[in-house]
């Protein structure tokens, strides 16, 4: 399985990114499917996920302002982030567990700095 993740860059406080992550295969055989981040000198920590039944789980620090959306048609799982801050700022990476192994995304970076 690989994962692209592609909406990353640069954003002002306050304001808005969707990021997407397209996988090579059906994710409709990826039971779980979600976003991670790290930021410089610190631990990959789980933003948010979704099973392929549809239970999300986000980051307590995180509700709110991020939504994890599927889509088993396009096979994407997408992250809208609203409301950034400059503590938002991390690689972001797209992850995908499936019986078999646990896959990851190149990451893309999201910057929040005026």
């Known amino acids: 399985v690989q994962l692209v993740e592609s909406g990353g860059g640069l954003v002002q406080p306050g304001g808005s990114l969707r990021l997407s992550c397209a996988a090579s295969?059906?994710?409709?055989?990826?039971?779980?499917m979600g976003w991670y981040r790290q930021a410089p000198g610190k631990q990959r920590e789980l933003v948010a996920s979704?099973?392929?039944?549809?239970?999300?789980n986000y980051a307590d620090s995180l509700k709110g302002r991020f939504t994890i959306s599927r889509d088993n048609a396009k096979n994407t799982v997408d992250l809208q982030m609203n409301s950034l801050k400059p503590e938002d700022t991390a690689v972001y990476y797209c992850?995908?567990?499936?019986?078999?192994?646990?896959?990851w995304g190149q990451g893309t970076q999201v910057t929040v700095s005026s």
């Open positions: 295969t059906s994710i409709a055989s990826i039971y779980v």
């Open positions: 979704m099973t392929s039944s549809g239970t999300t």
């Open positions: 992850h995908g567990r499936t019986t078999f192994g646990v896959y």
